[in-house]
């Protein structure tokens, strides 16, 4: 069985997620909630360069299990469709 997929935030990162501590593990739905929120209402406002969220160049990311299909939904497929920028 495999480990839950986990995310955490990156030391140089630290300052743009300040309700996310960067040296903890993240169970990644829940990462992915808080990155949201912070996105909504977070100051400065801000747009991630990457289209996945939370952004492989912000987090690490450890543990889960390979998709079987590459056409599988991502954590872009997750996003909320009220959510706006």
Not at 6 to 25: K, Q
Not at 47 to 65: K, L, M, V
Request: aromatic share 10%; proline share 9%.
């Amino acid at each position: 069985m495999a480990r839950p997929r986990e995310g955490c935030l990156r030391e140089e990162f630290r300052d743009w997620y300040p309700t996310i501590a960067a040296d903890a593990w993240y169970p990644a739905h829940e990462l992915t909630r808080l990155v949201l929120d912070h996105r909504r209402s977070g100051t400065p406002r801000w747009e991630a360069a990457e289209q996945r969220i939370p952004s492989d160049e912000h987090f690490e990311f450890r543990g889960g299990s390979p998709r079987a299909d590459p056409a599988e939904r991502t954590r872009q497929g997750d996003l909320p469709a009220s959510l706006n920028y």
